[in-house]
């Protein structure tokens, strides 16, 4: 399977029913496992320090699909991991392969916009690969990709980050990570590796992490300013949002949300 570029048109990866019939489909052709963007081994640096190195540590991914990570991190003795994806097929798949070899790790189906059964601020390091990239395919990608950085951000420990992987540049996704209803100290980080032979492109791949820090409870930041931005993107489910998204003018607290590049 060939992971795409920014430039691709991809216009079915925001809508969960697709996820389904692709892991399906993969199952059937043989493909076990397959990592979008990057691994383990271009994400190690970043994540460990992270964690403090601490394998004790509880870490949830986001949108897991069949990616290795899970199971690469499992290895290097991160054994507290949960891993969610809206595919009831892929987490079935992925928690078959490992449930002798790997039994800690927890697979979940679910939304993870909306993960009710995870605890608030229960996780210290929550990681995203590429499944940001899929919500900006939604028909209505303002509205997920809001409720998708409010559930990450809601589930996220104070002290703790959310680690977003994404092959959208900072233009397109620091807006949102920024927005002030998250209260983040955001950290753009490029990445660039070769493209594996097996996606049938040459080339290198190049993405960002965006590496957001979480210093304050979530709950009272949520309470105080996620209304006004669920109203925004409700009501305007297909747009960016716009430097008026920002005015510090309307919120005493918005100007130090800072952010670091
Ligand atoms: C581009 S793939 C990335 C998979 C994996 N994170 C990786 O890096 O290889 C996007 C993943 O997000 C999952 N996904 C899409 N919408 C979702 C949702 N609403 N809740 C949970 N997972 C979702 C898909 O099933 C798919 O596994």
Same mark, same amino acid.
């Given at each position: 399977?060939?992971?795409?570029?920014?430039?691709? %048109?991809?216009?079915e990866f925001?809508?969960?029913?697709y996820?389904?019939?692709?892991?399906e489909?993969?199952a059937?052709?043989g493909?076990?496992?397959?990592d979008?963007?990057?691994?383990?081994?271009?994400?190690r640096?970043?994540?460990?320090?992270?964690?403090?190195f601490?394998t004790?540590?509880?870490?949830?991914?986001?949108?897991?699909?069949n990616?290795p990570?899970? %199971?690469?991190?499992?290895d290097a003795?991160?054994?507290?991991q949960?891993a969610v994806?809206?595919?009831e097929?892929?987490?079935?798949?992925?928690?078959e392969?490992n449930?002798?070899s790997?039994?800690?790790?927890?697979w979940?189906?679910?939304d993870?916009?909306?993960?009710?059964?995870?605890?608030?601020e229960?996780f210290?390091?929550?990681?995203d690969?590429?499944t940001l990239d899929a !919500?900006f395919c939604n028909?209505?990608h303002?509205?997920?990709i809001?409720e $998708?950085i409010k %559930?990450? !951000?809601?589930?996220?420990s104070v002290g703790?980050? !959310?680690?977003?992987?994404?092959?959208?540049r900072?233009?397109?996704?620091?807006?949102?990570?920024?927005?002030h209803? $998250?209260?983040?100290?955001?950290?753009?980080v490029?990445?660039?590796?070769?493209?594996?032979e097996?996606?049938?492109?040459?080339g290198?791949c190049?993405?960002?992490a965006?590496?957001?820090?979480?210093?304050?409870r979530t709950?009272?930041?949520?309470?105080?300013?996620w209304?006004?931005?669920?109203?925004?993107?409700?009501?305007?489910?297909?747009s960016?949002?716009s430097?008026?998204d $920002?005015d510090a003018?309307?919120?005493?607290?918005?100007?130090?949300?800072?952010? %670091?590049?």
């Open positions: 399977m060939a992971g795409p570029d920014a430039s691709d %048109e991809l216009p925001g809508e969960g029913h996820w389904e019939t692709h892991y489909k993969a059937e052709e493909e076990n496992l397959y979008w963007l990057v691994g383990w081994t271009e994400l640096w970043l994540l460990e320090p992270l964690m403090g601490d004790r540590r509880a870490v949830l991914h986001l949108g897991s699909g990616s990570l899970p %199971e690469d991190m499992y003795g991160y054994h507290h949960t994806d809206i595919s097929v892929v987490t079935k798949q992925m928690s392969r449930q002798a790997r039994p800690e790790i927890q979940r189906a679910a993870c916009r909306n993960m009710a059964e995870i605890c608030s229960s210290p390091l929550v990681v690969k590429s !919500f028909d209505q303002a509205l997920a809001a $998708f %559930e990450a !951000f809601r589930v996220t703790g980050a !959310f680690i977003s992987v994404s092959m959208h900072p233009p397109a996704v620091l807006p949102w990570l920024q927005h209803a $998250f209260r983040w100290t955001v950290q753009a490029p990445i660039d590796k070769p493209r594996p097996s996606s049938g492109r040459p290198r190049h993405c960002h965006y590496i957001c820090g979480n210093k304050r709950a009272a930041s949520l309470e105080k300013h209304l006004r931005l669920a109203h925004r993107v409700r009501e305007h489910p297909d960016d949002l430097g008026s $920002f003018s309307s919120d005493s607290d918005s100007q130090d949300g800072e952010a %670091e590049l």
